[in-house]
C-alpha cells in the first residue's frame, strides 16, 4: 500500500514562494502518475497541478498557471509543487495524489486518484 507524506507548507506574505513536497513509499514511484490539490475552509477540493508518469506531461489549473511548478523525483520518490507569487486565495491544505495502476494518464480529476496523504498547510497573509 503506498503511503504519502507531504511537507513544506507554512505561513507566508503575499508575493512569497513555497516549495511544496510529497514523499512516496510503499510501492514503486516512476510509473505512477500524480497530482496536487488543496482545499479552503468551506470550500471543496480543487485541482491544482498533475504531472505525467513519465514527467513529459504537465497539467496546471487556470487559477496557478504561471506561478506554480510540478515536478518529480524518481530517484528520491518524491513529488514536488514550486509555488512562486502566492496569494490569499492560495490558502488552502495543500494533498498530494496517485494514481492506482502504473502507466496511466494524469487527469485533473480527484476521483481518478485513490491514494492521498494527509496534506500540509499552506496560509498567505495579504
Known amino acids: 500500500q503506498v503511503q504519502l507524506v507531504e511537507s513544506g507548507g507554512r505561513l507566508v506574505q503575499t508575493g512569497g514562494s513555497l516549495r511544496l513536497s510529497c514523499v512516496a513509499s510503499g510501492r514503486a514511484f516512476k510509473t505512477y502518475a500524480m497530482g496536487w490539490f488543496r482545499q479552503a475552509p468551506g470550500k471543496e477540493r480543487e485541482f491544482v497541478a498533475a504531472i505525467s508518469w513519465m514527467g513529459e506531461s504537465k497539467y496546471y489549473a487556470d487559477s496557478v498557471k504561471g506561478r506554480f511548478t510540478i515536478s518529480k523525483d524518481d530517484v528520491k520518490s518524491t513529488l514536488y509543487l514550486q509555488m512562486n507569487s502566492l496569494k490569499p486565495d492560495d490558502t488552502a491544505v495543500y494533498y498530494c495524489?496517485?494514481?492506482?495502476?502504473?502507466?496511466?494518464?494524469?487527469?485533473?480529476?480527484?476521483?481518478?486518484?485513490?491514494?492521498w496523504g494527509q496534506g500540509t498547510q499552506v496560509t498567505v497573509s495579504s
Open positions: 495524489a496517485t494514481r492506482d495502476q502504473e502507466y496511466l494518464i494524469a487527469t485533473m480529476e480527484g476521483r481518478d486518484y485513490p491514494h
